[in-house]
């Protein structure tokens, strides 16, 4: 944007070259570094909550005191011997690798198919959500602290509010991009 190149906005450039209009980009360049910032703020707790959110499929590799379980209402103690338990345990400790086999097998395939361009086979590959949960259930009820842990996760994206909000803004900038086109 700072080149004024406008290499990566394609719409833009199209637009100005048609209408030999003036962009300013020192206006676009300022909001977009804005929007960047805002990003990485608004993504910074992802960094921090890194091993937590690793857990649900890398829960084997996990270091325990790197985990908040203080939302779950888990007993460290339970989880740290469930979690000792249930590494030691070739038949469960097998089936999370498997999982883990099968989640790469789906990135690549989406890959794949994305780089052909066939849309209507990314539906047929199967959820990633259904793969993950199914090897959890498939854990015997003396786990339950794991469990928890690892159904207590995602409750963390439980509400959509953040991302409506951020969709709310996008709009917002999207609104003044026009409006700023509109007076150029």
């Known amino acids: 944007m700072e080149s004024g190149k406008l290499l990566h906005f394609k719409n ?13 980009t020192n206006y676009f ?13 608004r993504f910074e707790q992802f960094k ?13 590799n996990t270091n325990t005191n790197e ?6 209402g888990i007993d460290d ?33 989406k890959c794949m198919h994305i780089a052909q361009h066939k849309w209507t086979a990314l539906k047929e590959i199967p959820r ?6 199914g090897a959890w259930n498939s854990l015997p009820e003396c786990y339950s602290e794991v469990k ?3 159904y207590g996760v995602p409750t963390i994206f439980g509400s959509t509010y953040s991302f409506e909000q951020a969709f709310f803004c996008m709009n917002i900038i999207k609104s003044k991009v026009r409006s700023q086109l509109t007076k150029i």
């Open 148 to 150: 928890k842990l690892a």
């Open 48 to 60: 921090t909550k890194k091993s937590t959110l690793a857990f649900i499929v890398n829960h084997l």
């Open 128 to 133: 990633v959500e259904a793969l993950i949960f």
């Open 77 to 109: 103690g339970s989880l740290q011997m469930q979690l000792l338990d249930l590494k030691t345990k070739d038949l469960w400790s097998g089936k999370f690798t498997e999982l883990k086999s099968k989640l790469e097998e789906l990135e690549v395939q």
């Open 12 to 24: 833009l450039k199209q637009y100005r070259d048609e209408t030999n209009a003036t962009i300013d």
């Open 29 to 41: 360049s300022i909001a977009l570094k804005n929007m960047k910032g805002g990003f990485s703020e």
């Open 67 to 72: 985990i908040n379980i203080e939302p779950f």
